[in-house]
């Protein structure tokens, strides 16, 4: 990466707003679909046709009706159950619907699209960890308990790099040229933003140098939330060498999960970075997946990333990363007030008191498992991108 690191994706003028899992999430995205004029972007790892999934879609035809330009690529994988059979039904109606790497044979192998992006006619977008699903909406099974996750949505110059993305993986140019009327009034804002990319196939691998380079360099503060934490030897290294050197840092991570076997293996964990003086904490409200960190009250990220191989070394992520400290806080004052003070903290003498030979022996077989077949996957990718 070069010498400027994330800093050389930042763009100046932009307006930056926090949004967390729930109801008020997908009301703000129906909202801008509902009132998109020209064109939309919509790129998605999950796709749900439950009921949040029926909501976005009829409020993409809706959309589609009054001549706006659909683009939905979803995960062939992550989004199966999605019935392919609606495909030709969506393009009477103008959506054009793309299947990311369609899964073959052995297991779904390949690699595999894991972004949470929403781009509205050049001039509002939203990316985070926030699939469309009744799981992150709150509704039905999950009423009142959605999932918990994070998203960003911007107004500014980051949308049109965050439309680059799109194109990229859609493998065209938007066929819509939307006026820009908008580009005036986006030298009224001020809030600091960038795209960060990780791809490791194609080189891109920015996140994944954010967090090392964000790591290295801290002085006071860490919080990590992560729902599939299993960070390479490397990072791990890192965090312990910075609560070492003095740095306070708080991991919020899964006391429920949708993968119970990631949740095991992660607690393999647990006591070396509790004896750094690392603080724990679970969250059990209900099943955590949101991906962001923050760094001395200078940077933060927010996105698809997960600190692990797959996001690593397999995935297509994107995450927006910011060092606007008027947004720091606003998200700070979020897992303050809403996240931390609900989450179960993990005391040292209290995990190794109720830790058992069997539950020890049974989180090492998780861990070592799971790093296993991350490497075997990784493996398996580059010789098939190599091939």
Partial sequence: MPNKGYKQFLSLHNRIDILKSGPEFFEAILHQIEIAEFEIHAQFYIFSLDETGLNILNALKRAAQR???IYLLMDDFGSKLFPKKILSACQQLGIELKWFAPVKFPFGLGKRL?????????????????????AYAGIGAHKNNPWLDFAIAVEGEV?????????????????????????????????????????????KKYIASYYYTS????????????????????????????????????IVLSGKSDVPLMQNAMK?????????????????????????????AKSFTVGSYNL???????SVETNLVSTNYEAYLQLQSI??????????????????HKRTQLGSFFQYISYSLLISLFRLYQRFMYHQHNS
């Fill in 335 to 352: 897992l303050n007030t809403a996240v931390i003070p609900k989450c179960e903290p993990i005391d040292k003498e209290r995990f190794l």
């Fill in 159 to 203: 949308v049109l790099d965050l439309l680059r993305v799109c194109e990229k993986y859609w493998r065209a140019k938007s066929k819509v040229k939307a006026p820009f009327h908008t580009k005036n009034k986006w030298q009224e804002l001020s809030q600091q933003v960038g795209v960060l990319q990780n791809n490791w196939f194609s080189r």
């Fill in 268 to 296: 393999f964990m647990y006591q070396e970075f509790l004896e750094s003086g690392i603080e724990l904490y679970e969250w059990k409200q209900s099943v955590l997946h949101a991906k962001l960190a923050l760094f001395d």
């Fill in 67 to 69: 001549g706006v330009k």
């Fill in 308 to 314: 692990n191989h797959l996001s690593q070394f397999s």
């Fill in 114 to 134: 894991h972004h949470k992006l929403l781009v509205i006619d050049r001039k509002w977008a939203v990316c985070g960890g926030i699939n469309i699903s009744d």
């Fill in 215 to 250: 790591l290295r360099n801290a002085k006071s503060e860490i919080v990590i939330v992560n729902s599939y934490f299993l960070p390479s030897f490397r990072y791990r290294k890192m965090l312990i060498k910075a609560a070492q050197r003095g740095v306070k840092i708080s």
